[in-house]
């Protein structure tokens, strides 16, 4: 008995663990989704605003992980599958967008917007990434967040990429390209996560786990 309960307290505790980082990235995102939408729309850059909407899909979902971070097994992996569709919808709006830079609004962006707000944006990532990593082999909500902070070092450092290229070149395909290739990145993200939350929910229905 007083080992069960010895348990009780100790996943207690894991989960005011779990819930604390999971407030401080959140928070961390949301504050980096602001900053990046203006940096975006001030620099006419895709590669910002991928960036931005990232960050905003990330503190949505982090939200939804602390909702359920008590929850059972099936809850966290329907939000994990919620996630996986909110990555989806990231790369949706970055393909209209690079549509839009294409056909309708091929400006060159500010190459100094894009290198300072991008390398903010990366310095919080990288903060986000490490607060993440003692719970990257947790339950499938903790390592979904583990799959977007991941995500997220990719996009800040392609985003300092297209800057410098674009102040190389002085032209607005770097940014483009750097788009599309983080619209690559979000489908593979948008994949695995949903392929772990099927598995979580097999899981969580088969007889063992039943019982």
């Not at 663990?17 to 990046?36: D, G, P, Y």
């Not at 203006?38 to 990330?58: F, K």
């Not at 990366?122 to 903790?142: E, F, K, Q, S, Y």
């Amino acid at each position: 008995m007083a080992g069960c309960c010895g348990c009780e307290v100790e996943a207690r505790r894991l989960q005011a663990r779990q819930r604390r980082v999971l407030w401080i990235v959140l928070l961390l995102n949301a504050a980096t989704f602001a900053l990046m939408v203006v940096a975006a729309l001030s620099a006419r850059s895709t590669a910002l605003l991928s960036g931005a909407l990232d960050n905003l899909g990330d503190a949505v979902t982090y939200g939804l992980s602390l909702a359920v971070a008590a929850s059972s097994l099936r809850a966290k992996a329907w939000v994990a599958m919620f996630k996986a569709v909110m990555i989806l919808g990231a790369a949706l709006a970055v393909a209209g967008t690079i549509a839009w830079r294409l056909f309708v609004d091929p400006a060159v962006p500010l190459f100094g917007t894009m290198g300072w707000a991008g390398a903010v944006n990366l310095a919080a990532n990288l903060l986000c990434l490490v607060l993440l990593r003692p719970h990257r082999h947790g339950d499938v909500n903790l390592a979904s967040a583990w799959e977007c902070a991941r995500n997220d070092i990719a996009d800040g450092l392609a985003v300092l990429l297209a800057g410098a290229a674009v102040w190389w070149t002085g032209a607005a395909w770097p940014d483009l390209l750097v788009a599309v290739l983080l619209l690559g990145v979000f489908l593979r993200s948008a994949w695995r996560v949903s392929a772990a939350a099927r598995k979580a929910l097999a899981h969580a229905g088969s007889p063992a786990q039943a019982r």
